[in-house]
C-alpha cells in the first residue's frame, strides 16, 4: 500500500488505514520513528497491544544445542 506525498508534504491515508485505525476527520495521529528506520502510525492516545514476550526479544544467549539438549533429556549427559 502506498501513497504520494503532494509539495504541502501532505499525504492522503488509504481507506485500510483509516478504517482499521478508526480516523475520521479532525482525528489526531502519532508518528513513532523505530531504531530501524520504519515509521509507525498509531492513532493519538491509542494504547499499543500489549506483546508480553516482547520484552525478551534478543536476549538470549547461545544456550544449549540440540544434541546436548537430547542427551540431558535422556539422562546420558
Same mark, same amino acid.
Given at each position: 500500500?502506498?501513497?504520494? &506525498?503532494?509539495?504541502?508534504?501532505?499525504?492522503?491515508?488509504?481507506?485500510?488505514?483509516?478504517?482499521? %485505525?478508526?480516523?475520521?476527520?479532525?482525528?489526531?495521529?502519532?508518528?513513532?520513528?523505530?531504531?530501524?528506520?520504519? &515509521? &509507525? %502510525?498509531?492513532?493519538?492516545?491509542?494504547?499499543?497491544?500489549?506483546?508480553? %514476550?516482547?520484552?525478551?526479544?534478543?536476549?538470549?544467549?547461545?544456550?544449549?544445542?540440540?544434541?546436548?539438549?537430547?542427551?540431558?533429556?535422556?539422562?546420558?549427559?
Amino acid at each position: 500500500m502506498s501513497a504520494t &506525498v503532494t509539495d504541502a508534504g501532505q499525504v492522503t491515508l488509504p481507506q485500510d488505514v483509516l478504517e482499521t %485505525l478508526k480516523l475520521k476527520p479532525g482525528s489526531r495521529v502519532d508518528f513513532r520513528i523505530e531504531s530501524d528506520g520504519r &515509521v &509507525v %502510525l498509531l492513532k493519538a492516545g491509542a494504547t499499543e497491544p500489549v506483546r508480553p %514476550l516482547e520484552k525478551w526479544r534478543g536476549i538470549a544467549g547461545p544456550g544449549m544445542s540440540t544434541d546436548e539438549i537430547m542427551e540431558m533429556t535422556r539422562g546420558e549427559g
